[in-house]
């Protein structure tokens, strides 16, 4: 039987090594020694697991907290190699490339890394104790029925992982403005603590039933902003950086495009509605394939207009944009941005690099569903 401590004295402590004993003894206690967990609120707690039968597997653990209380912990809590840092305010998780994540490059694909990132930013909204039901909400959020859509992404890639490759993303919140929310990730190779890739979006909250934005109401902004950092912590601190740069509207007609793309079954999320990552795929089926042979994408920056629905068919239109002088020099520096790049090939001109401006709208009505802008470079040498 465990043993839970009257109050919370040093009796909890002697109370926590009893049951540890009793449980390490049953060979149900997780790991070989008792860890405080990492959030701020729990760092008295002790973790346990407790079995059906002494045959059975451990399915379930449990957070033995100081006051007695026992909180249950799931089993992907468990598996998960992702927690939050030690103070708190920001969220660390490692991903093993699948077979099944790579593409003809033989390394992971863009939405591979995207499908990454949303993975890790909802895995940290969870370890918070935000709502598990996919929009990631406070209680006065599904109070008001507000959720959150992403209303830009913005994701440099400096060297892909291939199959196998393990990588580590940190990511993080932050106000910027009354309107905005920012999240911030930094991936990096964790067999070297190389930094190979960076990405940053922008939030905002909708009415789930009026579909309108709504600016953030005070009480609203409390419940999240104690996870944020104190001073502001940025994914792209240098200046000029690309990651805000404006997107121009692609004009008709359009150099490549590819009509009539209607979403599957599989492109919608558990709101019913079009994933972001489909977005990503959708803009580079216009491309032309003589850029896919010869490049890998660098850069991709998306600016969300407008949801698609499962019935909607969407157009993909894509323009060369020139680049300028300033782009051009940022991709042969070493203010990170581009350093990666920089350091898988040598210094190259603009004749490795191209820059495509992307439009994807309804083929009904011609409304604007998404613009982008994507940076490519030459593929190394293999």
């Not at 203010?335 to 898988?344: E, K, M």
């Amino acid at each position: 039987m465990l043993k839970a401590p009257s109050s919370p004295s040093s009796s909890y402590n002697a109370a926590i090594v009893d049951n540890a004993q009793t449980l390490r003894s049953r060979g149900l206690l997780l790991g070989a020694s008792l860890r405080p967990a990492v959030a701020n609120r729990r760092r008295n707690a002790a973790v346990f697991c407790a079995s059906s039968s002494s045959s059975s597997p451990c399915v379930r653990a449990s957070v033995l907290e100081k006051d007695g209380s026992v909180l249950e912990k799931s089993v992907s809590d468990r598996l998960r190699l992702g927690s939050l840092t030690e103070d708190g305010l920001s969220y660390k998780e490692k991903f093993i490339v699948r077979c099944y994540e790579v593409g003809i490059n033989k390394t992971a694909t863009v939405e591979t890394i995207a499908n990454l990132l949303q993975e890790v930013g909802c895995n940290h909204a969870q370890s918070v104790g935000f709502s598990t039901d996919g929009f990631a909400t406070t209680p006065s959020m599904r109070k008001l029925h507000l959720i959150w859509v992403t209303a830009r992404m913005h994701i440099e890639i400096y060297k892909y992982p291939a199959w196998s490759d393990v990588v580590e993303i940190e990511t993080w919140c932050q106000s910027e403005g009354r309107i905005w929310t920012r999240r911030d990730w930094i991936i990096k190779d964790y067999a070297t603590g190389e930094v190979i890739g960076r990405a940053t979006s922008k939030w905002v909250m909708m009415n789930q039933d009026t579909r309108r934005l709504e600016k953030v109401r005070d009480d609203v902004r409390e419940e999240y902003m104690i996870y944020f950092p104190k001073e502001p912590r940025l994914a792209f601190p240098e200046e000029n950086n690309g990651s805000s740069k404006k997107i121009s509207k692609l004009e008709d007609p359009a150099q490549f495009s590819r009509l009539g793309l209607v979403p599957r079954r599989a492109d919608l999320d558990m709101n019913q509605h079009v994933n972001n990552v489909t977005y990503i795929g959708w803009v580079l089926e216009s491309l032309p394939q003589k850029i896919i042979d010869t490049h890998e994408l660098q850069t991709i920056t998306l600016d969300y207009r407008r949801e698609c629905q499962h019935d909607d068919v969407v157009d993909s239109l894509t323009s060369p944009e020139p680049f300028e002088e300033a782009t051009v020099a940022g991709l042969n520096g070493s203010n990170g941005s581009a350093a990666a790049a920089a350091a898988a090939a040598p210094a190259k001109g603009k004749e490795d690099y191209c820059q495509f401006l992307h439009l994807l709208r309804l083929s009904a009505d011609g409304l604007e569903i998404n613009r982008g802008r994507t940076e490519w470079r030459k593929k190394p040498a293999r």
